[in-house]
T-cell receptor, first 116, second 113 residues
Framework: DAGVTQSPTHLIKTRGQHVTLRCSPI?????VSWYQQVLGQGPQFIFQ???????GRGNFPDRFSARQFPNYSSELNVNALLLGDSALYLC???????????????FGQGTRLTVV | GNSVTQMEGPVTLSEEAFLTINCTYT??????LFWYVQYPGEGLQLLLK?????DKGSNKGFEATYRKETTSFHLEKGSVQVSDSAVYFC????????????FGRGTSLIVHP
């Protein structure tokens, strides 16, 4: 069975540019979450989507946006890139939406974004 | 707010040594607790979890017990292997009206033959 797939795996962008990252969840999973992992730090929550609706948002500027499609895949968009946006961006999928404390999240291998 | 504090790494051990990685948390409610592992170049994998006080999560020889009185969830393994070298993340999740899981900074484990 395919796990969570993310594309691209690596990306180099210039300051001020825009980037779109993509995530396909495990088949049957309806919830997708996005995380930013800066080198040497733990993942920081950016967004959670369930059934195409935003269910949670972390402390990130409005330059960050996301959406979920009818097939439950998701895109993370970042505008006006800054050097500090360089990080590993992780996508995780899970079965349920909100209200379930014990829902396990399955992570993709991430997209390594470098902003120069 | 919610937070997770892990011991600083790297933790360097010889093969077959005993491992403890400390994790403490603060939470506004009653969280579920998790340990994730990240091997080089890969995403995070769930290692084990515990959902209520005194629960013990275990997997692949690793164990952690949910201690509500000390707000801790320390990871232990009796005999580490070189293949256990990775970064370990402690995390909490409240669920309910909160959809924001909180991770610790991670602890790097290096196991030498």
């Amino acid at each position: 069975d395919a796990g969570v797939t993310q594309s691209p795996t690596h990306l180099i962008k210039t300051r001020g540019q825009h980037v779109t990252l993509r995530c396909s969840p495990i088949s049957g999973h309806k919830s997708v979450s996005w995380y930013q992992q800066v080198l040497g730090q733990g993942p920081q929550f950016i967004f959670q989507y369930y059934e195409k609706e935003e269910r949670g948002r972390g402390n990130f500027p409005d330059r960050f946006s996301a959406r979920q499609f009818p097939n439950y895949s998701s895109e993370l968009n970042v505008n006006a890139l800054l050097l500090g946006d360089s990080a590993l961006y992780l996508c995780a999928s899970s079965l349920g939406g909100g209200g379930e404390r014990n829902t396990e999240a399955f992570f993709g291998q991430g997209t390594r974004l470098t902003v120069v | 707010g919610n937070s997770v504090t892990q011991m600083e790494g790297p933790v360097t051990l010889s093969e077959e040594a005993f491992l403890t990685i400390n994790c403490t948390y603060t939470a506004t409610g009653y969280p579920s607790l998790f340990w994730y592992v990240q091997y080089p170049g890969e995403g995070l994998q769930l290692l084990l979890k515990a959902t209520k006080a005194d629960d013990k999560g275990s997997n692949k020889g690793f164990e952690a017990t949910y201690r509500k009185e000390t707000t801790s969830f320390h990871l232990e393994k009796g005999s580490v292997q070189v293949s256990d070298s990775a970064v370990y993340f402690c995390a909490l999740n409240l669920g309910g009206g909160s959809y924001i899981p909180t991770f610790g900074r991670g602890t790097s484990l290096i196991v030498h033959p």
